[in-house]
């Protein structure tokens, strides 16, 4: 096994350094794959008629270091239970080590019981992977950095944040304003800003009293700046739309979107389209749908150098720290 610049990989005492892939981002494995300077695993993954999933490795990985990169993105359940099969077929064929690297962790967003009776499914995904035989996961921005708590198992939770900061500072912005989309995201938005040079605006969504209508107040002067937008996902794209309309009511002159998880379901494309946003900036965690591939206005940055990076450095259990500069 070799690097790209034709130094050797460490030995380590889990063994040779394996990735493979299910169905969801292969994509997105085959650019590691290229950056680690090994090829792919070998494995056969498909369907049975009624939508089981049938999953053989076609190489020896006794003793072997093994990850599975699998985000659990759209179709979320058939992804995650793929996810499950595999592991517990590496864990069978007595793999050394299991990492499964989830860029998106699916039900992220179900990390607390904020109604009556209702579950708290990012735990039980965390449940699940372990019951798996996963000895330990790499995943990128999570909704709530505290679901690392869910595991009983190790976690190596990385950000995007790097890729977007040096891509937005390649862009030659003048007068930039990070904005929060509500309250929540203040925290994130300001490090951003910070690591910019940028002002900090946040975007206050309150209802009527009647409740039938939200009013988007903006916190922050942004008349005349170019306004960068941060969340961690965007799904349906409606927070996004009205807090770019907002932004623009205040004085905007540019307004750019940009997210680490491009979710973009259901409608989502449209009100991109449809909304003062002017670039909307993503990363390849998960694969975009076709319409979003044709979509003009979005840009892709690629994460597979840093998720690389990480797994080089776990394989070789050295630290991961220097990747969140």
């Known amino acids: 096994m070799k690097r790209p610049h034709g130094d050797a990989l460490m030995p380590t005492d889990f063994g040779d350094l394996k990735v493979f892939t299910g169905s969801a981002h292969p994509q997105l494995a085959r650019e590691i794959a290229e950056f680690l300077g090994i ?5 056969r993954l498909r369907r049975f008629p009624d939508t089981e999933v049938s999953f053989q490795i076609d190489e020896n990985i006794r003793g072997a270091d093994v990850f599975i990169i699998q985000p659990t993105c759209n179709p ?5 239970m793929e996810l499950m099969i595999m592991i517990d077929a590496f864990r069978r064929s007595s793999a050394a080590r299991i990492t499964a690297v989830v860029p998106y962790y699916g039900y992220a967003r179900q990390d607390r019981k904020d109604k009556p009776r209702v579950p708290i499914s990012a735990k039980l995904v965390a449940n699940l992977l ?5 000895n330990r996961v790499l995943t990128m921005d999570l909704h709530k950095a505290q679901i690392q708590g869910f595991f009983d198992i190790p976690v190596d ?5 790097p890729v977007i900061i040096d891509h937005l500072a390649r862009q030659g912005m003048t007068d930039l304003t990070m904005v929060a ?5 203040a925290e994130r938005a300001r490090a951003y800003a910070k690591r910019l040079g940028a002002e900090l605006a946040v975007v206050d969504k309150r209802r009527t009293e009647d409740g039938t209508a939200e009013v988007m107040n903006v916190i922050g002067d942004v008349k005349g700046r170019t306004c960068v937008i941060q969340d961690d996902i965007i799904d349906t794209a409606g927070t996004i739309q009205k807090a770019a309309a907002a932004l623009k009511s205040a004085g905007a002159a540019k307004v750019v979107a940009c997210a680490v998880h491009g979710v973009l379901s259901g409608p989502a494309i449209e009100r991109i389209e449809n909304s003062p946003v002017d670039q909307l900036i993503v990363t390849n965690t998960i694969p975009l749908r076709e319409d979003a591939q044709r979509c003009k206005k979005i840009v892709v940055l690629s994460v597979a150098r840093l998720l690389g990076q990480a797994i080089r450095s776990i394989h070789e259990e050295t630290s991961v720290s ?3 500069v």
């Not at 090829?39 to 494995?43: D, E, K, M, N, V």
């Not at 372990?130 to 996963?134: D, I």
């Open 181 to 185: 989309p509500d309250v929540g995201g």
């Open 322 to 324: 220097s990747l969140f």
């Open 39 to 43: 090829p792919l695993g070998q494995a």
């Open 157 to 161: 939770h990385l950000f995007a944040a």
């Open 130 to 134: 372990g019951a798996a035989g996963t």
């Open 76 to 80: 979320v359940d058939p992804n995650l």
